[in-house]
Nanobody, 125 residues
Framework: QVQLVESGGGLVQPGGSLRLSCVSS????????MTWVRQAPGKGLEWVST????????KYAESVKGRFTISRDNAKNTMWLEMNGLKPEDTAVYFC??????????????????RGQGTQVTVSS
């Protein structure tokens, strides 16, 4: 079965850290760029970060640059998002998605895009 499963979300205080995981199955993980997107309450999807192959630098949205780090282990079919210095505005459901379709979040909402079910991140004191 082709799927992506996220985990690691939770409630954290401002300034805190979380590490999200995305485990893939059913496709050759190493052949694809992988992306994190997020959806805040009442808003559309926002592109967060994408990781490519070993020779290409990952991309980050300006809003998370310097605070978030994306990584992957192709042997484990897994991708991570290390989030530090969390802010209330980082509160959202975080999804991992297969591939890279640019930095517009709406591109990842198309029905043919493989995306996980999401994991909730809440940053609040």
């Amino acid at each position: 079965q082709v799927q992506l499963v996220e985990s690691g979300g939770g409630l954290v205080q401002p300034g805190g850290s979380l590490r999200l995981s995305c485990v893939s199955s059913g496709f050759t993980f190493r052949d694809y760029a992988m992306t994190w997107v997020r959806q805040a309450p009442g808003k559309g999807l926002e592109w967060v970060s994408t990781i490519f192959d070993s020779w290409t630098s990952p991309k980050y949205a300006e809003s998370v640059k310097g605070r978030f780090t994306i990584s992957r282990d192709n042997a484990k079919n897994t991708m991570w998002l290390e989030m530090n210095g969390l802010k209330p505005e980082d509160t959202a459901v975080y999804f991992c998605a297969q591939g890279y379709r640019g930095t517009s979040g709406v591109s990842y909402s198309e029905t043919h895009i493989l995306r996980g079910q999401g994991t909730q991140v809440t940053v609040s004191s």
